[in-house]
């Protein structure tokens, strides 16, 4: 009798967004906190998550930069 073998492997991968836009009197540590939740949030809409668990966000976003630009 043959046997069926099911694999299942668990993969993390490693994902850079840009998101956008903040005014100046937004504090350093706010805009941080604030990209790292839209980022956070912008991942999980595109990927629709769903009940079974097969995606989970592991770690805390890292900002990776901040540009700033002044309109004249």
Do not use: F, H
């Not at 299942?8 to 939740?37: M, N, P």
């Amino acid at each position: 009798m043959d046997k069926k073998i099911n694999a299942k492997a668990r993969v993390q991968i490693t994902v850079e967004l840009s998101v956008s836009s903040w005014g100046e009197d937004c504090a350093i540590g706010q805009l941080y906190k604030q990209a790292a939740e839209s980022a956070r949030d912008a991942l999980l809409a595109m990927l629709k998550p769903d009940e079974q668990g097969r995606l989970v966000i592991v770690g805390e976003p890292k900002i990776l930069g901040v540009i700033t630009e002044v309109e004249k």
